[in-house]
């Protein structure tokens, strides 16, 4: 047995698709535990009556129209006219950008991709020294994982059935939290250079507005969807998306229906296959490691050597910082959540701060080596190698780990809503 | 290139367009049902249970075409520790037998997905017969999932990334 794991490992580790090795890791287990494998194919069809899954390939939808649309434009000019005249209002644009930007296209490169090619230039022109640039941008890439709609939020509450609404919630205050050090940094950042904020403008904010007000409208529209208690997450997912279509469509006439939706729905497909698809084949693998007790024998393991819940989360952040290091976000949800959930309720961890603090390792991990995909992305989209990104991205990654620690050890910050 | 390779490439190319097709209508489809039902249930106080079941099942159309798609542009989720290492004919060499090995684990599937379905339609009441249609995905998605790695693994990947625009000369003005 011990050999088929190794092996099964060695095969991930030469790059193998993960749904595939998954997908046997199920099957080995079920031959191993005498079930028939059928009960793999029962999980993934119990997984499609999920009735929140439908609003992952919504949400996204909605995001990809906004990208190839001129959303990204318009949401640039916005923050710029709002933020742009405070000192290191430029970086701060961006951080604040990207994270809009990112809640919607679930931190999948989109983001590095389609803001990185418009700030770049924009923040080497005000001066800014290319190590920060670069670094800025990188990081930028997955930030925003926490607020709404964000994908990593939704599989998360999928998989270990906490409430959506409650992690959504749950991950505003640490997302802001995140937005101001780092804004904080930038602004240090800027006067140590000497750059200049542009002045404040009335005449250029209203532009701003007025141009943007469609999109203004968008935030609102899930936020009092969501909270507001009218409607489903799935519903709301499914009126941002008709909502941003018919904007981009009527309104702004970025995209026209025969010419690019059929690209759009196929580009989005193809990113929600990519992650349902190891979901769906590695529910049955998840859940027969459940039935053969392997979190209650972690949790022997744990209890013998660890005492408090301060210990508890040290070594939680030290594991999940290495599952980051190693592993995309969204099979690590899958593969991982159900596992740590008994011990986390052992030493008494709210499930909504364990959800948060997870997901913050798991974004601290899209800039990590070896596998932080942010650092694959901004090498490929910025011509730079993947080292002097990861020199780059350091000092955010301290602050990251400063934020990590605040969230892990301060459960006010995610559980200030609980009566 | 031999004829065999020809009919390979072509059969590829064909099951490329049919599972972009399904995959673009099913998320079509899927959108327009749940706005329907938005509209349905927020404005008439009503519901339909039938759109529930086809939407439970397009979303699985929307996972197996996605899946199958994205092996075309090997962009599947992995853990890529070794490759960035490996020059580009080493990983073409260390490729097709990982896709190969892909391929056979998603025909165990399709195999198990098969007698899923049967055992399915052999239990459901006759009222319900249509949905247990629709649950037909399962084994043929796991088939086409299947048929298209090893298509894959003999043709090799054609598809290339477009080339990201190049980063031009931009500034704050010209936001105004």
């Known amino acids: 047995m011990i050999i088929i794991i190794l092996a099964l490992i060695l095969l991930a580790i030469l790059g193998t698709p993960l749904f595939a090795v998954m997908g046997a890791g199920g099957l080995v287990a079920s031959h191993s535990a005498e079930l028939d494998p059928t009960v793999l194919i029962i999980e993934m069809y119990r997984l499609a009556s999920q009735p929140n899954l439908i609003a992952i390939p919504l949400f996204t939808l909605a995001g990809m129209i906004l990208a190839a649309g001129g959303g990204t434009k318009r949401l640039i000019k916005l923050f710029n006219a709002l933020l742009g005249w405070m000192p290191g209002g430029l970086a701060i644009v961006t951080i604040v950008s990207c994270s809009a930007f990112t809640a919607f296209t679930g931190a999948s490169g989109v983001t590095i991709i389609a803001l990185g090619a418009l700030l770049l230039p924009m923040l080497e022109h005000a001066n800014y020294r290319d190590k920060f640039c670069l670094g800025l941008l990188t990081t930028s890439g997955s930030l925003g994982l926490l607020f709404p709609p964000s994908m990593a939020i939704l599989l998360y509450g999928i998989v270990s059935g906490v409430s959506i609404d409650e992690l959504f919630l749950s991950g505003m205050l640490p997302g802001l939290l995140l937005l101001v050090m780092l804004s904080i940094y930038s602004i240090f950042s800027a006067k140590k250079l000497h750059i200049p904020p542009h002045d404040f403008s009335w005449h250029r904010l209203f532009s701003a507005l007025r141009g943007s007000i469609w999109d203004i409208m968008l935030p609102i529209l899930i936020l009092i969807g969501i909270f507001g208690g009218f409607v489903t997450i799935t519903e709301v997912a499914a009126l941002t998306a008709i909502y941003v279509l018919l904007v981009e469509m009527v309104i702004f006439k970025k995209i026209q229906l025969v010419r690019d939706l059929p690209q759009i729905l196929i580009d989005t497909t193809t990113l929600v296959g990519s992650i349902l698809i190891i979901l769906g084949v590695a529910m049955g693998l998840t859940n027969l490691l459940i039935d053969s007790q392997l979190p209650m024998k972690l949790l022997e393991v744990v209890e013998r050597n660890i005492d408090s819940q301060l210990q508890f989360l040290l070594l939680l952040n030290l594991f999940l910082l290495l599952v980051g290091a190693m592993m995309d976000i969204f099979s690590a949800i899958v593969v991982v959540v159900p596992l740590i959930m008994p011990l986390a309720i052992r030493y008494n961890i709210e499930p909504v701060h364990l959800g948060i603090i997870f997901l913050a390792n798991l974004e601290i991990g899209y800039m990590t080596p070896p596998v932080g995909i942010n650092l694959f992305i901004a090498s490929q989209r910025f011509g730079q190698p993947i080292l002097k990104l990861f020199r780059a991205t350091f000092p955010f990654l301290m602050i990251m780990l400063v934020w990590l620690l605040l969230i892990s050890y301060v459960p006010l910050l995610t559980t200030w809503w609980q009566k | ?176």
């Open chain 2, 1 to 176: 290139m031999p004829t065999w390779l020809k009919i390979v490439f072509a059969i590829k190319h064909g099951l490329i367009i049919f599972e972009k097709l399904i995959a673009a209508s099913s998320l079509l489809l899927l959108l327009l049902l749940a706005i329907i039902q938005v509209v349905a249930r927020n404005f008439f106080d009503t519901g339909f249970s039938h759109m529930d079941v086809v939407t439970r099942h397009l979303i699985l159309f929307i996972i197996f075409m996605g899946a199958a798609l994205v092996s075309e542009q090997n962009k599947h989720i992995k853990i890529d520790i070794l490759t960035p290492f490996l020059s580009t004919e080493q990983q073409e060499q260390l490729i097709r037998p990982l896709l190969l090995l892909s391929a056979f684990v998603c025909s165990i599937f399709a195999w198990f997905a098969l007698s899923f379905w049967l055992d399915e339609w052999q239990y459901a009441p006759s009222n319900e017969r249509w949905s247990v249609y629709l649950a037909l995905i399962l084994p043929i998605g796991f088939s086409i999932l299947s048929l298209h790695l090893l298509l894959l693994t003999i043709t090799g990947f054609e598809y290339k990334e477009p080339k990201p625009r190049p980063i031009k000369h931009f500034s704050c003005t010209d936001l105004k």
